[in-house]
């Protein structure tokens, strides 16, 4: 077994919804349910799946953003959700993150400097001039020039602002970063340059990513393994080439069927699930994707699949794999 | 590296110079008319209350000795030698309408400032933490606004046995934090949610350094307008107690003084009204105008 | 052609702001047949929304204004008619849906006011005979047991099922043009293969011209006839879906198709289009493209090529494309 730098078991989210004259707690959104998976130093786990599938709690959960409601998320065998505020700041300098939205999560009032020097301040990793010139390093490996320190984010462009999340990511060197979405708000042509320097930036320095996203082929193109995700569930599990090529479950072959190829000539077989995805806060009885599930039959409504080896390291929850030719 | 060279160039293209959000705010506060009258007011009102002992050519408290141990008439009208004319003791109206000023300006930037400090406190901590201190902090909020200004300042005042400017400063300040807290309580809950303030977490930022460094800065927009506005309310409501006679005292030489000891001349000697209720006016129309100006310029859709 | 529905002819639409005049939309021509489908695409601040918004004469103004060039709908000029006759044509004959279906509908209306609003106005149909007809239209858009759905609030729906209202909303007059701005951006793929395939089928069904605008060249590639390409307020690229992504001869074109990830897999690294897209106010004087652009000559800065007809139906704007070998990314044919 290669090198595990996180092992998450039976991992769970639930936000309380809270009514009544007493505000008791009457249900929960069962945002994340039940989450198996090990994440291997220096690779990329894609992280897929469609809105309100749970894959952003997840990437709070793992980073302890969110306090995880049962399970474990062990980094380098400690359980993160286990540690004392003092730990935990220092596990901040091991895991970090990247958003979604550059508008958005870089502080409109701070330069540049001030954003990227910021984690410098707080883990004291450097100061005054040594201070300059990590941010000057850090500008300069994500593509900036460091003349522009002094300036505040709204005089970049999305792919610039990204980058500078990137560099403010990287200040404390850490291990692991969660990427959420990290190139959906980008133009077309601007995503492709923010994944490649993802990708030396991976190289250079070993990091490993967990990168969540809805975009099937920028996963494919960046992930060494693929987990789909569905209503809080990892429903499959695999190598990318693997998962692409040869899905186990009905959800992955339609939702990678559902692709919209940029290539009008490609005649293509479609599966075009119907309805919507179901509320999170009542989901279905058995396995949650019966509801859609063309090939869903009376088992699926009583029984949950178990997640399990349906071919070698290719991991899957459903009754009816074979069927899937 | 090319690449990089192009993105400077790019960069350069985009603006010449840095602009911090303030910056780009001032310029577009320059543009409007009415807000620069109103900063051009205030300034003024600034410059006079500074420097009231160099402006004003009279002492404000005594009338002025003329030859043989006499003093200056009482209730002339207004003239080269008194502008604004002199009140019943013999002092000059126009010295004593710039020695107001300082009084008014006082009171409206102590009491904001008492205001900013439990306002920006009590509102960040509430709509930081939630729960049940945003709870206790919203009633108490809730309380404090369902009594009108006015009336709640003459309660406070009674309280005290000898009124007086200072008690003015502390009872104004007390009543006018909860339209501020209210403002601050809700920016920090919108705030809150940004993403950066969650970078932030992730990067392991207290929460006290949150607050500070992240949550405030990002407020400051609202509560200056808020603050600027509260300066012109409070010149009023001490103009208001001071006639009252529940504010200051004579002899200080407050707006609010002067109209009451002038009200009783009101028919025969109405200048001694006109000035100092001219100098209301235009001070709080004037802060007032520089407030709006200011909501219009700060308003922080600044991403364009 | 007799066939042709709708026919922009150098449209020029201009924002007028305090730094200076936007050339949104600068000189952009094109045609629309009966039953066919234009796909615009552009990245951000390429245009293309303001083109649709031309059309439907929604520009904001000020600071935008249309300055010049024809919209030829049917025999009409429509930048020549008064406002009641446009109000008339808007929503009837034209219908446009929007990306975020949210916030396009009245949260304070039920769905079946909404679509009724529409029919009453327009088709002058009575309060029953609207309701009934906008019921017609829940069930064409597949909306599930629309007797109930009708009487429900946008909040109510998820956001796959509003753009099918939005949808439904849009064809209930049968309108002979549709245009779709970024329809599918909000929602997730296995619902935006929904709706793809509902408009496909629609226009089956009705013979409904579309111009679908989007910045996702996999949806032009699933539903479109014929693309236009925009880059800086210009076309630089229109021909048949084929032709255009396998023979592009634009490098705008060329690298937005070889910088996307494919889903089959792709071998080593993506090959990014350099730069970004320049401040709408700063772009270079010559080819709009030009310092982004890997072959970009001395020509191409200081003169701006103009929409050259390369191929029958298919033209460029680029002084190079006949030396340029774009697919083995060569300078020399």
């Known amino acids: 077994m290669a090198d595990n730098i996180l092992e998450v078991n039976n991992l769970k989210k639930h936000f309380p919804i809270n009514g009544g004259i007493f505000k008791r707690q009457v249900n929960s959104v069962k945002a994340v349910d039940g989450l198996n998976f090990n994440v291997k130093r220096g690779e990329t786990l894609g992280l897929v799946g469609e809105s309100g599938c749970g894959k952003s709690t997840t990437g709070k959960v793992l980073l302890r953003l969110l306090d995880a409601t049962e399970g474990e998320v062990k980094f380098e065998g400690r359980d993160i959700h286990k540690l004392d505020k003092k730990d935990l700041r220092s596990l901040r300098k091991e895991m970090q993150m990247i958003f979604q939205d550059p508008y958005a999560s870089l502080n409109p009032r701070m330069t540049v400097a001030e954003i990227v020097g910021e984690p410098l301040d707080i883990h004291n990793l450097a100061k005054g001039k040594e201070k300059e010139e990590r941010v000057r390093e850090l500008l300069d490996m994500v593509g900036l020039s460091s003349k522009f320190a002094k300036r505040y984010p709204h005089e970049f462009s999305g792919g610039q602002r990204q980058r500078i999340g990137i560099a403010r990511a990287l200040a404390v060197d850490p291990e692991v970063i969660v990427c959420d979405e990290p190139v959906s708000a980008l133009d077309v042509s601007i995503q492709a340059q923010v994944i490649n320097l993802m990708e030396d930036l991976q190289d250079e320095l070993g990091l490993t990513y967990i990168f969540i996203a809805h975009d099937l082929s920028v996963v494919r193109h960046i992930s060494d393994r693929v987990a789909v995700m569905y209503l809080g569930k990892i429903v499959e599990l695999a190598d990318k080439d693997d998962l692409y090529d040869t899905p186990k479950h009905p959800y992955t072959k339609a939702l990678l069927s559902a692709i919209p190829v940029p290539d009008p000539q490609r005649q293509r077989e479609k599966i075009i699930l119907e309805g919507d995805v179901p509320s999170p806060i009542n989901p279905p009885s058995g396995c949650t994707f019966h509801t859609r599930c063309p090939y869903a039959e009376d088992i699926c409504k009583q029984e949950e699949p178990v997640f399990e080896e349906k071919g070698e390291d290719h991991l899957a929850a459903c009754h009816f794999t074979d069927k899937l030719e | ?304 | 052609m007799s066939s042709t529905l709708l026919e922009v002819k150098d449209l020029q639409t201009y924002f007028f702001t305090d730094r200076g005049t936007v050339k949104a939309v600068d000189g952009v021509s094109f045609d629309v047949e009966k039953g066919e489908t234009l796909g615009i695409v552009g990245e951000s601040g390429s245009g293309k929304s303001v083109t649709a918004a031309s059309i439907m004469q929604l520009v904001p103004s000020p600071p935008g204004d249309i300055v010049g060039g024809e919209i030829n709908f049917k025999d009409e000029n429509l930048l020549d008619l008064k406002m009641k006759r446009i109000r008339k044509i808007r929503g009837n004959e034209i219908s446009m849906i929007f990306q975020e279906p949210m916030t396009s509908l009245n949260p304070v209306y039920t769905i079946g006011e909404q679509i009724s609003e529409v029919l009453r106005l327009h088709q002058g149909l009575n309060k029953d005979e609207a309701l009934e007809k906008s019921i017609d239209m829940l069930e064409k858009v597949g909306i599930p047991s629309p007797e109930e759905r009708v009487h429900e609030h946008p909040h109510q729906l998820s956001g796959g099922m509003r753009q099918r209202v939005m949808i439904a909303m849009a064809l209930a007059c049968n309108p002979e043009l549709l245009i779709a701005d970024e329809p599918t951006t909000a929602l997730d793929v296995t619902i935006q293969a929904q709706i793809l395939e509902l408009m496909d089928e629609l226009r089956d069904e009705f013979n409904t011209s579309i111009i679908l605008i989007t910045h996702n060249l996999g949806v032009i590639a699933e539903v479109a006839d014929k693309v236009a390409v925009m880059y800086g307020g210009r076309i630089v690229e229109q021909t048949d879906t084929v032709t255009l992504y396998k023979d592009p001869e634009h490098p705008y074109t060329a690298g937005l198709i070889k910088s996307i990830p494919k889903i089959e897999g792709s071998e080593g690294k993506l090959k990014p289009i350099k730069g970004t897209v320049p401040d709408p106010l700063n772009f270079p004087n010559g080819c709009k493209f030009a310092n982004r652009c890997n072959y970009a000559e001395e020509k191409c800065w200081a003169e701006e090529p103009d929409l050259e007809e390369v191929k029958p139906d298919h033209y460029v704007r680029c002084w190079r494309w006949k030396e340029l070998d774009l697919k083995n990314e060569s300078e020399v044919k």
């Open chain 2, 1 to 304: 590296m090319k690449a990089q060279v192009e993105e400077e160039q790019e960069i350069k293209q985009i603006s010449e110079e840095a602009h911090s959000p303030w910056h780009e705010a001032w310029k577009r506060l320059k543009k409007n008319k009415l807000a620069m009258i109103g900063l051009g007011i205030t300034t003024v009102l600034l410059i006079v209350a500074i420097f009231a002992p160099i402006i004003a050519p009279y002492n404000p408290r005594y009338a002025p000795v003329i030859e043989d141990g006499k003093v200056e008439l009482s209730l002339q009208g207004p003239s080269w030698a008194h502008p604004f004319g002199t009140d019943k003791l013999g002092r000059d109206i126009f010295s004593r309408v710039v020695y107001g000023a300082r009084i008014s300006l006082m009171v409206g930037l102590i009491t904001q400032g008492i205001a900013l400090v439990l306002g920006i406190t009590l509102g960040a901590i509430a709509g930081y933490y939630g729960g049940l201190i945003d709870e206790a902090v919203s009633y108490l909020i809730q309380v404090f606004l369902a009594f009108p200004f006015i009336l709640f300042a003459i309660a406070i005042m009674a309280v005290f046995s000898e009124p007086g400017v200072d008690k003015v400063f502390l009872a104004l300040g007390l009543i006018s934090w909860p339209p501020l807290a209210r403002i601050v309580r809700g920016q920090v809950m919108s705030i809150k949610e940004e993403e950066y303030i969650e970078a932030a977490q992730s990067l392991g930022a207290s929460d006290f350094r949150i607050i500070v460094k992240h949550v405030i800065p990002n407020s400051l927009a609202p509560i200056i307008v808020t603050v600027t506005l509260g300066v012109a309310g409070a010149i009023l409501a001490e103009a208001g107690l001071s006639f009252l006679g529940l504010g200051t005292q004579p002899p200080r030489p407050s707006w609010g003084v002067m109209l009451k000891t002038g009200q009783e001349y009101i028919r025969s000697y109405p200048y001694m009204i006109w000035f100092p209720g001219l100098a209301i006016m235009i001070a709080v129309m004037g802060i007032n105008l520089l407030g709006d100006g200011l909501r219009d310029a700060l308003d922080p859709k600044m991403k364009d």
